[in-house]
């Protein structure tokens, strides 16, 4: 399928969005397009109007677009604001008009949640901006309606928020997590933001199913990406592994009922947990692991030691951690000599009065996991999760449930998670809205490019931009370092604060990283009592989309019910 994203700055007058609009489609088709795309607001956005439409006017351009995309024979995508009334408040929409310049959708952005269309038989979903942050737009279409092609028209900082290394930090492991083509139009701005960058925008975008970039752009304007996909990559490989999985399959079913126009039952009110407020310090350890566990377990224990005099009330370790990340060491260790290992590692906890994280392989009712330990600072086991996404399957069977990832740290609610956990963000967007405010993901991973760096970055920020709070520790080399503590700090229109290495105001922020080398880092915040993303925040939004659809609220509240403690 040939595709057509155009990057075009968004002028202050109806007409001239509306002209620009009128020319590109032409062009698109004349190159062999099936479908052009457009960014949000890209025919009309009122707060940088300088002229006042009538709801007739914008209904009058709005069908001279679906004229003009029968007269190509062109699908075409883009967003508009409009009225339902002259009297009545601007409405972010989202449209699509097929190749006969039929309607295909027209949805309210934050309100109505769109379903997956055709595109000559390809199926796509559509969303606007903002709403990629909600697991009915982003995700569900391709998970429960076979969508292999994803389009989010955004209008600001759709693809460069991340800029230059993290830019498209949400989009690439979009694509991995459900192995379906990602794109992103946005439009590049000409005057500075608020983070002091001039140009900033653009960063339109097509990604393959795998997390490559196959076409991008940065701050160009009036310009489009021509581009062929792939449709045979978009295997959605990913979306049915998540789909199907035991635990998260009556989550994701409820989806689908919804989403396909059905109803499900109420689900009681829930409670988000609330936090102790107090400061926490982080001590992230990315140590080298050795094939020989004994020498592991010797460097665990001083590092224990050296972060508990340090004043540290975690210390975070990598996954496999004990024993390492090679299949025939993983393989060797019998569950009496992780049982040993065990127990000198909470000694040294309960001696340095600290939590400890700590992954290693260990057996449960005979078949071998892939554990993330938490011992807290008396020494006693506090819990034992098993990874949910096992991908070495010759080596791990994969845990059944989450709701051991959760624990506290002297009053603060808490989870764990390892390894490849981290493509299925529904974990910890569902731990969020139930209270989850520190999260801590760990890993053992060896990067085989600079590229799928930058993409396990991505992909690691991205998991923890639900928590408040937390860590990503990866072991050093011979595996790839790159650990981060991270705080979500500033936010919309919010410059950067102080103290933090990497601002990411649509994400979480980078307080300290590392190279690949050994090494511990240290990071203190305090914390509040609620995750300002769970239950109560997103009852807005969730409910006012009741209007127009009845059901999402309750779609999440039975997710956070399914993943609490």
Known sequence: MRIAVVQSVIENNLDQNRDKILYFIPRAKAAGCEVVIFSESSLYWSDIS??????????????????????????????????????????????????????????????????????????????????????????????????????????????????????????????????????VCNPPHEDTDFMGNSLWGGGSAIIRPDGTIQASLVHEKETMIIQEIDLSLATRAEAEKRRSDPFLKPFWDMGKTLIDGGSVPPIPDITPYKSQEREIKIAAAQIACSPIMGDNIKKIKKVIQQAARQGADVVVFPELAVTGGREEDIESADQTTLDAALSQIKREAGAGGIYVIVGMPYFVDGSRKNCAFVIGDDGSIKTRYDQLNATRTDLFQPGSSVKNMWFQIKGVHSIVTVGEDSKWVEIADLAANRGMYLHFHISYAADVSADDRVLRKQ???????????????????????????????????????????????????????????ETIIYATRKTTAGNNMDLRSNWRVRNRRNRAQKGWYNWIKFGAQMIEK
């Open 50 to 183: 300088v002229d006042a439409p009538t709801k007739a006017d914008i209904d009058a351009a709005t069908h001279q677009i679906g004229q003009m995309a029968k007269a190509e024979g062109i699908y075409v995508i883009f967003g508009s604001q409009n009225k339902s009334t002259d009297a009545g408040s601007y409405r972010n929409l989202g449209v699509v008009y097929d190749a006969d310049g039929n309607c295909l959708v027209s949805y309210v952005k934050n309100n109505e949640v769109p379903r997956a269309f055709l595109v000559n038989g390809v199926p796509f979903n559509l969303l606007v901006c903002s709403d990629r942050g909600y697991l009915e737009h982003s995700d569900l279409p391709c998970l429960a309606q076979g969508a292999q092609v994803i389009v989010d028209t955004s209008g600001g900082h759709g693809g460069d928020d991340g800029r230059p290394d993290l830019r498209w930090i949400r989009y690439r492991p979009w694509a991995v997590r459900t192995n379906a083509f990602v794109i």
């Open 459 to 517: 992909q690691n920020l991205l998991m923890l931009t639900y928590a408040r709070y937390g860590a990503v520790v990866n072991a050093a080399e011979p595996a790839s370092g790159m650990s981060m503590i991270v705080s979500r700090e500033g936010g919309h229109n919010q410059p950067a604060p102080d103290g933090v290495e990497y601002y990411l105001p649509y994400q979480t922020s980078i307080v300290k990283s590392t190279g690949p080398g």
